[in-house]
């Protein structure tokens, strides 16, 4: 089955397929469709960041989770999860499901994310091969060290990180300081 990685699931607020849109004209027009996140951690209870490649359409160089993106139609969400991470990071590594959360957040002046997310976690420490086409570094960091890097720069972020970061915070049994 050959993947349609331009086109995004469309979908109403209980996850229900509405149909599939191009991802471009999703993000401008605002329609809800279907997306993953994952959130990795390393021995010392890092969390891993990427920066987004400086060429993406949007939110371009800011730092957001590991991975973010679309299943694509057809895919299940979680091989979905795991094609992204080796296509993204060069990492394979199990995944749990975190939660899944609705969300709507103004990326540009002219762009949209209004996504059903499936967040999901998993443990990684090994190497990290990133693909520079997708992301522009990343960055090992401890929740005390993001929690001040926030609260200092919140613009260096995705418009969506924080959303989903006190999602995954919650699912792990944490406060937010942020």
Not at 76 to 81: C, E, F, I, Q, W
Not at 100 to 115: C, G, K, N, P, T
Request: hydrophobic share 40%.
């Amino acid at each position: 089955m050959m993947l349609r990685k331009d086109l995004v699931i469309l979908v109403n607020n209980r996850d229900e397929w509405m149909g599939t849109a191009e991802k471009h004209s999703v993000h401008i027009s605002g329609a809800l469709h279907r997306a993953l996140s994952i959130f990795l951690v390393n021995e010392n209870g890092e969390m891993l960041l990427q920066q987004r490649a400086l060429g993406k359409y949007h939110s371009a160089g800011l730092w957001t989770n590991a991975c973010c993106s679309h299943p694509a139609p057809g895919e299940p969400t979680l091989s979905a999860a795991h094609r992204r991470l080796k296509e993204e990071l060069g990492i394979e590594t199990k995944l749990v499901p975190v939660k899944d959360l609705l969300y709507q957040a103004r990326v540009s002046d002219d762009l949209i994310e209004h996504e059903y997310d499936h967040i999901f976690t998993g443990k990684f420490s090994g190497t990290v091969s990133p693909d520079p086409e997708e992301v522009a570094a990343t960055k090992w960091i401890s929740h005390a060290d993001l929690e001040a890097w926030m609260k200092r720069e919140p613009n260096a972020f995705t418009a969506w990180f924080p959303i989903l970061l006190e999602a995954w915070y919650q699912h792990q049994g944490m406060q937010v300081a942020i």
